[in-house]
């Protein structure tokens, strides 16, 4: 069985651009999550979507932004990226809210 | 507020030893505690999950346990190997096991392995 999937796993972008990241989940996992992983700030949550909808949010400016697709594949958009968005991005997938997740490999972004 | 801290930040020990790594937590309401291991570079890969109920769980030579009366947590290590050299990571998940539930994650302890 296939594990989730993150394209790009490493992306360079300039100030001020958007960038848009891919999250394939485990097949029949229809609940996915995003992380944000810096060394200062450890992993911290961005947002969680079930069924096409965002059940949920963590505290971040809306230049954050995602969405989920019928076949449960999910996309994070970052948009006028500053140097501090530089991180390690995480997608992770579950086949409910209320079941353990599973994580990808991560896309490694560096804002220049 | 939700927190989970960890101790120690880092630790270093040699192969073949034991080690305790610690996780407390003030959450509520709890739903349930995992631990991750994260290696450099990769994402976190699940140990162990255990629910209000549960006081012990083991998965090969890691075994998490939970005082949920103390709000505390332990993860032990037993007969150490250099693979085992990696970030991990407390999570303490928030809410009544529904949609409405959040992950609180703690920053880790960063465990080195040496020879």
Redesign the interface.
Known sequence: KAG?TQTPRYLIKTRGQQVTLSCSPISGHRSV?W?QQTPGQ????LFEY?SETQ??KGNFPGRFSGRQFSNSRSEMNVSTLELGDSA?Y?C?SSPS??T???????T?LTVV | KNQVEQSPQSLIILEGKNCTLQCNYTVSPFSNLRWYKQDTGRGPVSLTIMTFSENTKSNGRYTATLDADTKQSSLHITASQLSDSASYICVVSAGYGGATNKLIFGTGTLLAVQP
């Open positions: 989730v999550s992380y450890g992993l911290q949550f079930f059940r949920n390690l995480l992770a809210e209320k353990e997740a599973f994580f990808g490999q991560g490694r």
